[in-house]
């Protein structure tokens, strides 16, 4: 326990929870138009 | 990367503009295909190893969940009240468990096994992407699952509205039968519509309940995962140990249907919003199937056999006669 940091903290699970989440909220406040 | 991708939804465009009996040809099927051709041009140039970087299965499949949950609105799940609740409950639960039994009967492998039951148990591709997710599954597993679904989806999506018109049955059970079995929504979409309209309707609605339960399931099966099947031999696995090894999309999945419920039910989500989610979700979901064709392996392919097909099949005879049980039982 004792590596703890960002590179333990920010797994790719965490990266993608924060990502997908961000354009969750982009996309509702309408910043976000036109995708194909 | 993104060059690839933009193929890929390229294809899925214009591929079905040519033959229109392909429109059940899901993107899993071009990705992975434009994934394997450029994996192997690349390895030619001796550039596979060094860009393989970029394809990042994992992320993309993650993150396209998170966003998936946010075109769920939890309101659907009582779209048709009491009875759809109850159909979708008994149907899940029911073919879920009996693919699983049968699929270790046969002597499946543990992580294939959830993705074979979750994806005929409730909406064939993105259930076996979130099962992937909650058990850890391999890219060839969901390869084999993802190309399974949308095998078995092309034939039933013709012979069900056939049958449901030889069977006599009124529309509304013919379609909520429909919604009930066919796994990808495509599908769904397509047999109703040759059915009838108000098939088309109930079809639709029945699927969009599944849907919205994928979630819990995803839940479910993440928590059983980490607490039961994967834990250390002797004593039970402590909170701790539980919440480090529990897969945190499941949780941006959750969170991401939740806000999305909230927003739609105070007015913020407008129809355009949901639309642009929805195509984010298909690049994601793009990307990481592409990724998983670059770095396919055939020798893993093949080791799987024939057992899963011989499951999915059993499988999909069951939820046909189980979907079309619930359907008489619950719309009749």
Known sequence: MASSGWGR??????????????????????????IP | MLALTIATWK???????WQPKLRAVEYPVYAVTVGLVAG???????????????????FFLKTGLVLLGATIDLKEIGAFGLKGIAQAAML???????????????GIEARLRALLAASVAICGVSAAITAAGAVLARKEQLAYVAGLVILFAFPIMFLQPLAATWLGLSPSVAGAWIGGNIDTTAAVVGAGALHSPEALKVASIAKMSQNALLGVVA????LYWVAAVERAPGGRP????????????????????GVVTLAVSVGWATPAAMRELK???????????LSIGFGLSFGDLREAGWRPVAVYGLATIFNTAVALGVAVLVFG
Do not use: C
């Not at chain 2, 839940?219 to 993440?222: D, H, I, S, T, V």
């Open chain 1, 9 to 34: 903290v920010l797994t790719e699970d965490w990266l993608a929870v924060i990502v997908g989440l961000t354009l969750v909220v982009v996309a509702l406040a309408g910043l976000v138009k036109n």
């Open chain 2, 11 to 17: 294809l899925t465009k214009v591929v079905p503009g």
């Open chain 2, 40 to 58: 192997g041009i690349l390895a030619l140039f001796g550039l596979r190893q060094s860009l393989g970087a970029y394809f990042r299965t994992e």
């Open chain 2, 92 to 106: 899940i639960t029911t073919v879920f468990f009996f693919t699983w039994f049968v699929a270790r009967w046969l």
């Open chain 2, 219 to 222: 839940f479910l099966l993440a």
């Open chain 2, 238 to 257: 402590s909170l701790w140990e539980i919440w480090a090894r529990f897969p945190k999309f499941v949780l941006g999945f959750l969170l991401a249907s």
């Open chain 2, 279 to 289: 195509h984010m979700r298909e690049w994601f979901f793009m990307a990481a199937f």
